[in-house]
């Protein structure tokens, strides 16, 4: 039986999950209008079919993996062609969101009369060969898991309500973004105060595991800053505004910001970060 996946999102990670989907055996549709030359070539490379909005609402299953401040506008987008549509696709959100904003966005689509379902990706895009990552779902689940489990993804099964699989995507990327982030925050104050070179003898010494994973994690950060913003941004509104601790990630969405903008403009920032990463002290 010929299974048909639409997914919205050709970026990194989309395009990646799509050509597992794709190897995999399933037929994989996006949609691709008014997207750049490079999303375009980088989607027909990973075996993703260009279609139209409306070949959505006769797809099996659909997915969303866009940036978080992307995902509502996916949803709206979608809504329509979904509410005239005699077939009710399910409609997986993957994206990095609250659970707030997932509860908006299934609401916003409650009148198509199509399931939505709370997903979310822990682990970086698959690799040729190597499980992973991790695509937890919540929701009423039903056949969704094993499908997407047939075309290679490995599912995880989160026990809750529409929004369960949303605050853990929120957890764990407070932990592991966070502190990401928060090194990097003080690696640049290091070098600011004129205490660099002590901060690197002292992180090789005391610190030689975490030195050794923020040599990957800061470098491999660069490139995805600026979608880490939102990230940052929705996990403040998760922790909500009565917990100090969201005032921390509304503070690390302007250190990836930051970044971001460094990496469009000067490097100066990037370039001061690789040296306090360099392997000498």
Not at 110 to 137: Q, Y
């Amino acid at each position: 039986m010929s299974i048909t996946i639409a997914l919205f999102g050709a970026g990194a990670m989309g395009s990646a999950v799509g050509r597992r989907l794709a190897e995999s055996g399933a037929k994989v549709i996006t949609f691709l209008d008014g997207r750049s030359e490079a999303t375009i070539e980088r989607a027909r490379a990973t075996g993703l079919i260009a279609a139209p909005i409306s070949a959505f609402a006769e797809a099996d299953i659909i997915l969303s993996i866009v940036p978080p401040d992307e995902a509502q506008k996916v949803a709206d987008l979608i809504a329509p062609v979904l509410r005239d549509s005699g077939k009710k696709p399910p409609f997986v959100d993957l994206n990095a969101i609250s659970p707030k904003t997932m509860e908006k966005l299934a609401a916003g689509l409650a009148s198509t009369g199509v399931k939505v379902l709370d997903g979310s990706i822990i682990g970086g895009p698959p690799v040729p060969g190597k499980a992973g990552p991790v695509v937890c779902l919540s929701g009423d689940l039903a056949g969704e898991p094993d499908l997407l489990s047939r075309f290679g993804l490995k599912i995880r099964r989160v026990k809750g309500p529409v929004g369960a699989a949303s605050a853990l995507k929120m957890c764990y990327a407070g932990i592991n973004k966070g502190i990401t982030g928060l090194s990097a925050a003080m690696l640049l104050a290091a070098a600011r105060s004129g205490a660099s070179e002590a901060l690197k003898v002292e992180l090789a010494e005391s610190q030689a595991e975490h030195l050794k994973r923020l040599r990957h994690s800061i470098p491999d950060m660069f490139p995805k800053a600026y979608r880490w913003v939102a990230e940052m941004e929705e996990i403040s509104e998760f922790l909500g505004a009565d917990d100090p601790a969201a005032l921390i990630f509304k503070g690390m969405a302007g250190v990836f910001q930051t970044i971001a903008d460094d990496r469009d403009g000067s490097h100066e920032l990037i370039a001061t970060l690789e040296a306090m990463l360099d392997g000498g002290h």
